[in-house]
């Protein structure tokens, strides 16, 4: 497809696992990322993964990679209220554009 | 956010006014980007910059809008005249040549009425 898919509206409660899935469209994209948006602010890096790797682990938050469906996901243990947001994939198409998904928006309720 | 300031934060005005969005990096970086996010669309790159010269501009949605970028330190993107359908959230972003990621300002909130 064109477009980097997300699911759009996710919904746990506190404590559960997270997990946010996305389809990414180029098989040479060489970085993925996760960016975080909290209300009103801009986007935050959360995590990026190198077009090699299948995991990457980082405190809470695991980033699994499927490169031969292209398809990325984000796992988040423990989810805290804290954690709601909107969650955006993102791949690194050429040498400088990012090119983002429609975004997650992940509620917490406790 | 920090390493990027974007003014103003909110604006309102009026079918057929120009508009002019800002943006400061703190310091001087290679790379200056310009995103919108609607609800529809998602986050879209409008243009960015390399070394203060434009290098895609495909993502700018018409004439009515231009960006410049007279020095490492500024940019504005302005719209002339607004349409009501221009509403969203315009992001400015910056990164380094050696770096992979962008850091994005907090954004600009415009409503055209």
């Known amino acids: 497809g064109e477009d980097v898919e997300q699911s759009l509206f996710l919904s746990v409660r506190e404590g559960d696992s997270s997990v946010i899935n996305c389809t990414y469209t180029?098989?040479?994209?060489?970085?993925l990322y996760w960016y975080k948006q909290e209300p009103g602010a801009g986007l935050q890096l959360l995590t990026y993964i190198f077009s090699n790797m299948d995991m990457k682990q980082d405190q809470r938050l695991t980033v699994l990679l499927n490169k031969k469906d292209k398809h990325l996901s984000l796992r988040i243990a423990d989810t805290q209220t804290g954690d709601s947001a909107i969650y955006f994939c993102a791949e690194k198409k050429g040498f400088q554009k990012l090119v983002f998904g429609t975004g997650t928006r992940l509620l917490v309720s406790p | 956010d920090a390493g990027v300031i974007q003014s103003p934060r909110h604006e309102v005005t009026e079918m057929g006014q120009e508009v002019t969005l800002r943006c400061k990096p703190i310091?001087?970086?290679?790379?200056l980007f310009w995103y919108r996010q609607t609800m529809m669309r998602g986050l879209e790159l409008l243009i960015y910059?390399?070394?203060?010269?434009?290098?895609?501009d495909s993502g700018m949605p018409e004439d009515r809008f231009s960006a410049k970028m007279p020095n490492a330190s500024f940019s504005t993107l302005k719209i002339q005249p607004s349409e009501p359908r221009d509403s969203a959230v315009y992001f400015c972003?910056?990164?380094?040549?050696?770096?992979?990621?962008?850091?994005f300002g907090a954004g600009s909130r415009l409503t055209v009425l």
């Open positions: 310091s001087g970086h290679d790379y």
């Open positions: 910059f390399n070394n203060n010269v434009p290098i895609d």
């Open positions: 972003a910056i990164k380094d040549s050696g770096a992979n990621v962008l850091t």
């Open positions: 180029d098989s040479s994209s060489t970085y």
